[in-house]
């Protein structure tokens, strides 16, 4: 198969691997590969991958699917700082969008630019997750490696160099960056100037439907049909985002949403992001419980709505919505000798519905239109989860054909920036069709009315609590 039969090509850069669709231009998946790699984590909190792991599953990714390389498009992991010399070299692995370890950068930021006019420019706080903290934060313990940097690529974007030998950035991607006028999508001279960073390190700035590539939740909002205001994109993927395409850019006023420019030009979108959602159940299933998942949600569903008064509060490692917090942490809070792991399941599914509708309740202050939901990532597949979440939101949640959102909405940007398609609009109505709802139960509306506003009052309490740093032999031991 080649670029030549007509087919579309999606590459998604994740956290945990590369996923490779190809598409008709109707929409029908004909074949799809996988290709995982490892996260290093090598202090607490830090999260770091080789560039390199990402170019190799994404030869095998594309081997496999028998494919031309120039009809690829492109979504991924957003955020990563992938520094490159001169020679286009990595210098160092890249620091990715869960690293914790910049808040010392946020606050400089914070303060050399002024968090209101901040916020107006880039429709974001500094967040350690970004990708302007890391810079300053190997300017600052990483000199020597700062003074070799030629050249600056988010995750999926050194991926395309290494394919076409392209250096390139969409506005979707870029947004997340803290360095662009999300207002205006270009670059932000007053940010770089604020900042003392070099405009010659960044790439050009096109749109998605130029380039074909655009940030994960972006392509993955793409992927499930929301081009434009309408339905919201809900991800249960390893975070966990609530996201709707607005028209215009509007930030919210304390920045406890992002907002970015959206993969369809002259739109915008706002979104809320939780650092740990299916990451939660994986979190209890891999470190605690062990057995098999089916099992595990098997022995969830025999407990009722709200657990018998256990909460999970799923800041497994810190949290961006609606509190920007890196250190914050996780909790179960009302356990009783009558919870067994059935009863801790439960409470991870829910805690995590409750964490989504933080960021729906916040969607609804910009006048966000909320009617129904469109659901996408691994968590998706499980209809309990489904059921917890349709009922917590009071929404019904629509699933699509295509699980894999963000590599078939790359694909979806491929077509229209070949031609294949006049714009994201004709691309979604040819291309994405749901295939079953899931509504929310009215039996369990009151157990988690009751629930969320216990839920609520979870961080305000517990973050009063110290929260010691690891001593070195820890660091040590657990490096």
């Known amino acids: 198969m080649t670029a030549s039969s007509g087919v579309l090509i999606g590459l998604d850069v994740g956290t945990t691997g590369v996923k490779a669709l190809a598409v008709t231009p109707t929409g029908e998946v004909v074949a799809r590969a996988e290709h995982g790699y490892p996260l290093s984590t090598p202090r607490p909190g830090w999260a770091e991958q080789d560039p390199e792991d990402w170019w190799r599953a994404t030869e095998a990714a594309l081997a496999e699917l028998g494919v031309d390389a120039p009809a690829v498009g492109f979504s991924g992991q957003m955020h990563g700082l992938v520094a490159l010399d001169e020679r286009d070299r990595v210098l160092r692995s890249a620091i990715l969008w869960n690293d914790q370890r910049t808040a010392e950068e946020c606050s400089e930021i914070e303060e050399r630019v002024g968090l209101e006019h901040l916020i107006e420019l880039t429709g974001n706080r500094a967040l350690t997750g970004f990708t302007a903290p890391k810079l300053l934060w190997l300017r600052r313990h990483e000199p020597a490696t700062f003074a070799r940097i030629r050249h600056v690529l988010l995750p999926k974007d050194y991926v395309r160099l290494r394919l076409t030998g392209e250096r390139a950035i969409d506005a979707a991607d870029a947004s997340g960056t803290l360095l662009l006028d999300v207002s205006r999508r270009c670059w932000s001279d007053e940010m770089l100037e604020a900042l003392e960073l070099p405009s010659a390190w960044l790439p050009p700035v096109a749109e998605s439907t130029e380039i074909a590539g655009a940030g994960d939740q972006a392509a993955g909002a793409l992927g499930v049909g929301v081009a434009g205001p309408g339905p919201l ?231 009063t609590l110290a929260r010691p740093e690891p001593s070195e032999a820890g660091r040590l031991e657990h490096a």
């Open 233 to 463: 994109s809900v991800v249960l993927g390893t975070s966990g985002v609530v996201f709707a395409a607005l028209p215009a850019y509007r930030p919210e006023p304390h920045a406890r949403l992002h907002v970015f420019c959206h993969a369809v030009p002259e739109t915008w979108h706002a979104m809320g992001v939780m650092l740990s959602a299916a990451g939660s159940l994986g979190w209890l299933h891999d470190r605690v419980l062990g057995g098999g998942y089916d099992e595990l949600l098997e022995a969830a569903a025999e407990w009722p709505p709200g657990a018998e008064g256990l909460l999970f509060q799923p800041y497994l490692a810190g949290e961006r919505t609606p509190h920007a917090d890196p250190d914050a942490r996780g909790a179960f809070v009302g356990l009783s000798l009558r919870h067994d792991r059935g009863a801790l399941a439960r409470a991870v599914l829910e805690g995590v519905a409750y964490g989504l509708r933080d960021s729906l309740e916040l969607l609804r202050t910009l006048g966000v239109s909320v009617e129904r939901g469109r659901v996408s990532g691994g968590g998706a597949r499980s209809r309990l989860w489904l059921r917890i979440l349709a009922s917590v939101l009071d929404l019904p949640l629509e699933r699509t054909a295509v699980e894999e959102g963000a590599a078939f909405g790359a694909a979806l940007l491929s077509g229209v920036a070949r031609g294949v398609f006049a714009d994201a609009a004709e691309a979604v109505a040819a291309c994405v069709r749901v295939t079953d709802v899931v509504e929310p139960e009215a039996a369990w509306r009151d157990a988690y009315a009751e629930a969320y506003a216990r839920y609520t009052e979870l961080y305000p309490t517990l973050s």
